[in-house]
């Protein structure tokens, strides 16, 4: 489930195959599914978003389950090719991270800990507003305090070098 943590958990729960674009790496998320019923997304709107090779791997294998493969098929689907509980979906979340020795952290920390490593990465703000599904720049703003500020300072000096 981990396979792409910019994603709410509802998001994830709503995938279908149909919505994995493997050549061009990327999700589109149009959908969620809260209190058991799918719907829009938080925002309402339909986005298209990148996926990391390792997220692409994870994919490709359960792909190739023997079940729930076709394109209308939830990725994430329980025995009877329906969508995985949320509560359900966050207990193995959270025995998978106890059994990992990692420290607690909330599925939604994962989106924030996304947010804070591609904005520590130079991935400019907009794009990552995109990948999380932000509304508002100014909700994606906060992650921007990740990037050093050295870092800031060697891109404001190389703005203003001449490149000619």
């Known amino acids: 489930m981990a396979a792409y943590a910019g994603l709410r958990l509802g998001e994830l729960l709503a995938l279908r195959w149909r919505d994995i674009d493997m050549p061009g790496a990327a999700l589109t998320i149009s959908r969620a599914i809260s209190a058991g019923i799918e719907g829009p997304t938080k925002s309402g709107e339909v986005r298209r978003v990148p996926i990391a090779d390792q997220a ?9 389950r023997a079940d729930y493969t076709a394109p209308d098929d939830f990725v ?3 025995a009877l090719g329906r969508p995985l509980d949320g509560s359900a979906s966050r207990r193995r ?13 909330r599925w939604h920390d994962l989106r924030h800990t996304l947010g804070s490593l591609l904005i520590a990465r130079g991935v400019d703000l907009v794009s990552v507003q995109d990948a999380l599904g932000h509304s508002q720049l100014p909700t994606t703003s906060r992650y921007f305090h990740t990037r050093p500020a ?5 891109a404001f000096t190389a703005a203003f070098t001449d490149r000619s």
């Open 56 to 64: 692409r791997l994870a994919l490709r294998r359960l792909g190739q």
């Open 93 to 105: 979340y959270k025995r998978a991270r106890v059994a990992a020795g990692l420290r607690p952290l």
């Open 76 to 78: 994430f689907a329980n």
């Open 150 to 154: 050295n870092e800031r300072a060697a």
